[in-house]
């Protein structure tokens, strides 16, 4: 009688939490490829900040709105981005799983004071149900997904440069 009593427990068990059960492997396996993928991707989104930078400062060069734009990595989750004119913007970009984090102020004219108006924006990695990693505005109602690193840094730089 006992061993009957387990064994339909053990029955109700597998019924009632078999969906749970997969939905938490899933949210596991998805972390997973979140923490192994997301590293690579934000090294190559930080390359791609640099060589879009650089493309800008080229285009601008001898024009009367130059001005050097600093692009400095303070470690592996960690990229600076400041402008002092033309439009102004200083702006910090870090990494931790799961989110990418750009943390910002900018303005029209000359350097104002960064802690002022500070804004920041959120982009949360996520997981196809094919296992491909792309990052999406974490907070938008219609977020955008950027499933490559080079198409969420030429985003950010829109955020910092537009006006």
């Not at 960690?78 to 004119?85: Q, Y």
């Not at 200083?90 to 029209?108: E, Q, S, V």
């Not at 000359?110 to 002022?116: L, Q, Y």
Request: hydrophobic share 40%.
């Amino acid at each position: 009688m006992a061993k009957e009593w387990i064994a339909n427990l053990a029955q109700d068990i597998k019924q009632k939490s078999h969906e749970a059960a997969e939905q938490y492997g899933r949210s596991q396996h998805q972390a997973g490829i979140i923490t192994t993928q997301g590293k690579p991707f934000f090294a190559a989104f930080v390359s791609c900040l640099e060589e879009d930078v650089a493309e800008i400062k080229r285009q601008l060069q001898g024009d009367v709105t130059a001005s050097e734009t600093i692009i400095q990595t303070t470690g592996l989750t960690e990229v600076k981005l400041t402008r002092s004119r033309f439009p102004w913007f200083d702006a910090r970009i870090t990494h931790h799983d799961p989110t990418i984090t750009l943390d910002y102020a900018k303005g029209l004219g000359i350097a104002g004071d960064p802690a002022i108006d500070r804004k920041s924006r959120n982009f949360a990695f996520q997981v196809t149900d094919d296992d491909a990693l792309y990052v999406q505005d974490a907070f938008d109602d219609n977020p955008k997904r950027f499933h490559q690193p080079e198409d969420l840094a030429r985003h950010i730089l829109q955020i910092l440069f537009e006006l």
